[in-house]
Nanobody, 119 residues
């Protein structure tokens, strides 16, 4: 049905930058939301940022002003530009697609990409 392939994770020093990409393929409906979530060891998965098909953006308070989410609709790709990275941003970052269909959302997840920020 849907495949999400992430790239761009890695190791970076505190204050550095990384750009994550996620390419979606398969059934992507007109009304949708693409986004990024993250999960640190021993913690629950949390929202980082989302962007709807109408380009409405939502950010976690912890990343506002440092991270920017964008999307290329022609390529069904979502990006996360991460600047001023902090050690507490270290986590596995997961790409997420929500398809709106017949009154409900269907959730799809990528395999995750590791982001490690050293102090």
């Amino acid at each position: 049905q849907v495949q999400l392939v992430e790239s761009g994770g890695g190791l970076v020093q505190s204050g550095g930058s990384l750009r994550l990409s996620c390419a979606a393929s398969g059934t992507i409906v007109t009304i949708n939301s693409l986004g990024w979530y993250r999960q640190a060891p021993g913690k629950e998965r949390e929202l980082v940022a989302t962007i709807t098909s109408g380009s409405t953006r939502n950010y976690a308070d912890s990343v506002k002003g440092r991270f920017t989410i964008s999307r290329d609709n022609a390529k069904n790709t979502v990006f996360l530009q991460m600047n001023s990275l902090k050690p507490e941003d270290t986590a596995v970052y997961f790409c997420n697609l929500k398809n709106w269909n017949r009154g409900s959302w269907s959730n799809y997840w990528g395999q995750g990409t590791q982001v490690t920020v050293s102090s």
